[in-house]
């Protein structure tokens, strides 16, 4: 088991993956309180497009890709803002529009086919380099900074826009902040579970925790340290059993949601009766409070 670890791309790619398991629940919390669990997905779409540009510029991808996925993230909120009945049809073309950018420059680039993007679509963590491992800590000490450092306002603004900006917190700035911060956590993943693969780490891990705990602060704990149990797992299968890394990441996912959704049945159930059970104890005991209350009045006024 620890053989790997003697490999200077194992250590890189298990560094890789612990801060990949760590940033992307951080940000994906927030995105499944707006309902948003798939705009990782949309964001993955565009970033191709700056994936694409920093083959054809002979510049470092990852940055590209989260310039372009920052820009795409802002264009995403403009149309949340303002495109009402219209605002689904333009995310689509926004998102496929972006996928088709990214195929069609990849092939003007030098050298450059579509070959090249497999690695970004669907994550290649074992030819993780020295510049990429630097870029995605730089970048996950931003979405860590961003998503722990701001959870009340940003936990308020995703449960009631309306009402946090009554409290006056400056609700479009932090969707903003939101959104390019999910933008970063999509380039910082790619090289881990790919483009394509991204949203589901970001949504699944925290689908799982809500399902056995009850406030935020202990789901977004428990959702990080899930994924990081199964980013670091998946990386582990994949050097032993020469499978696609980021497909063993999500598979193992899935696998642990299924799991926690067995357990977390009959605790459903217990709380459930624990909750009955005290409703019941509070009514018998307000009732005999009022009769206690009673027979002293009777006895007063006699």
Known sequence: MTEMLDYAFMQRALLAALLVGITAPAVGIYLVQRRQAVMGDGIGHVALTGVALGFLLSTNPVWMAVLVACLGAVAMEVVRWYGKARGDLALA?????????????????????????????FGSITTVSDSDLTAITWLSVFVLAVSLGLRRQLFAVCQDE??????????????????VTAAVTVTVAMRVV???????????????????????????????????????????????????????????????FALVTVLAAPLAKHRARSVARGETEGTLGHSEGSDRAAATHRTTRV
């Open 162 to 179: 309306e009402f946090a900006q009554v409290t006056g917190l400056p609700v479009r700035l932090l969707n903003l902040l939101l959104a």
């Open 93 to 121: 073309m926004l998102f496929y529009g972006g996928m088709a950018g990214g195929v069609m420059i990849i092939n003007l680039a030098p050298n450059g086919s579509n070959a090249n993007l497999t690695t970004y679509l």
């Open 194 to 256: 790919g483009l394509l693969l991204v949203s589901a780490l970001m949504v699944i891990p925290v689908a799982a925790a809500q399902q056995l705990t009850r406030g935020f602060a202990a789901t977004l704990g428990l959702s990080v340290g899930l994924g990081v149990l199964v980013t670091l797992s998946g990386t582990t299968l994949s050097y032993h059993a020469d499978v696609p890394p980021g497909a063993s990441i999500v598979v193992l996912a899935i696998g642990l």
